[in-house]
C-alpha cells in the first residue's frame, strides 16, 4: 500500500496536475492549428501558386510495382507540418509575452508602506495635542 500511496501523493501535486492539463490543452490546440493550416490555410495558398495542393506534393524515388509500394519524399506534407510549427510557436510566443508582462506589472507596483505601530499612533496624537495648547 505504501507504493500506491506515494504514486497518488505525486500524481496528485499541483505542478503535475498542471502539466497533464497543459499537456491535453497542447495536443488539443495542435489539431486545431493543423487543422487551420491544411483546411483553410493552404487551399487558398495553393490557388495563389497555381493550383498546387501542397498535401499533395512529393518527390518519387522508385515508382509502385506490383511487389512494393512507391518511395515518396512528401515534402509537401512536411511544409504544412512546419506551418503548423511556426503557428504554434508564435502563439505560445505571445502567450509567455503576456504572461512576463504582467509579472512586470505585478513587480513594478510598489508595496504600500506599513501602516505605523501603535505607538507612532499614541506619539503622535501626543505631539498634535503638544502643539494645539
Given at each position: 500500500m505504501g507504493m500506491a500511496k506515494e504514486f497518488r501523493d505525486f500524481a496528485m501535486r499541483g505542478?503535475?496536475?498542471?502539466?497533464?492539463?497543459g499537456i491535453v490543452i497542447g495536443a488539443s490546440f495542435g489539431k486545431i492549428v493543423s487543422s487551420f493550416v491544411n483546411?483553410?490555410?493552404?487551399?487558398?495558398?495553393?490557388?495563389?501558386?497555381?493550383?498546387?495542393?501542397?498535401?499533395?506534393?512529393?518527390?518519387?524515388?522508385?515508382?509502385k510495382t506490383a511487389e512494393a509500394e512507391a518511395v515518396t519524399i512528401s515534402y509537401g506534407v512536411f511544409i504544412n507540418t512546419v506551418i503548423d510549427f511556426i503557428i504554434i510557436a508564435f502563439a505560445i510566443f505571445l502567450v509567455v509575452k503576456a504572461m512576463n508582462a504582467a509579472k512586470k506589472k505585478e513587480e513594478?507596483?510598489?508595496?504600500?508602506?506599513?501602516?505605523?505601530?501603535?505607538e507612532e499612533v499614541l506619539l503622535t496624537e501626543i505631539r498634535d495635542a503638544l502643539q494645539s495648547r
Open positions: 505542478n503535475v496536475v498542471d502539466m497533464a492539463v483546411d483553410v490555410l493552404m487551399p487558398p495558398i495553393g490557388i495563389l501558386l497555381g493550383g498546387i495542393d501542397f498535401s499533395d506534393l512529393a518527390l518519387t524515388l522508385t515508382e513594478a507596483a510598489p508595496a504600500p508602506p506599513p501602516a505605523p505601530s501603535k
